[in-house]
């Protein structure tokens, strides 16, 4: 099998890492994420991830609460660098090698966030986990995904969620939802598509990564993306980009 990407920037949702229950770490959740992130690895195709932490605190509700925005946020940042450093044990228990990088120095559970470190550890073939988001308050994961696909010439972003793309409406509010193969990303501002923020979607165009939504509940759906098989909904310049 011939990998359609050579190196890639998989960003998972932090609720992705919480099973059915919504919240906390799932174990048998974590396994099955990191099974499908070794198969791709095993192809040569170079991973760095970037973990969301909703599925501990999220920065926003704790803001809409009271406290402070950027307190809240950096409350967020540490909840990432937690599911990071648990992927990890789960990607090492499946032999693949990885490191974290945290964009907040921590040095005795994480490597400090070095750019060119990074590059080096994806051609020796580790898995590359980028904790604390850009390391800034008023920033989701979702732009730490497109900054540092960016910075380490990434040439798509995988977005793993819980649904099969991109819909006009909510799937499970709406059994008649449509789902989007091809969408550009001045689609995503115009239609108000919340699938990325606008500054992720901005940084994304400017740098033309694209960027593929698939469902990773589904085993396989993640290779399968790597593969270029037609999946999910494909995030690009234009609607037939």
Known sequence: MNPKYKRLVLKVSGESLAGSAGYGLDAATLSAIARQIAAINQLGTEVAIVVGGGNIWRGLSGSAGGMDRATADYMGMLATVINSLALQD????????????????????????????????????????????????????????????????AEVILMAKKVDGIYDDDPKANPNA???????????????????????????????????????????????????????????GGADD
């Open 90 to 153: 789960a990607l090492e228990q499946c032999g693949v090698v990885c490191r974290v990088q945290s964009a907040i120095e921590m040095r005795q559970m994480a490597e400090p966030y070095i750019r060119l470190r990074a590059i080096r550890h994806l051609e020796k073939g580790r898995v590359v986990i980028f904790a604390a988001g850009t390391g800034n308050p008023y920033f989701s994961t979702d732009t730490t995904a497109a900054l540092r696909a960016a910075e380490i010439n």
């Open 178 to 236: 449509k789902m989007f193969s091809n969408l550009s990303y001045l689609d995503i501002l115009n239609k108000e598509l919340h699938v990325m923020d606008a500054t992720a979607a901005t940084l994304c165009m400017d740098n033309h990564i694209p960027v593929i939504v698939f469902n990773i509940t589904q085993d396989g759906n993640m290779l399968r993306a790597v593969l270029g098989e037609p999946i999910g909904t494909y995030l690009g």
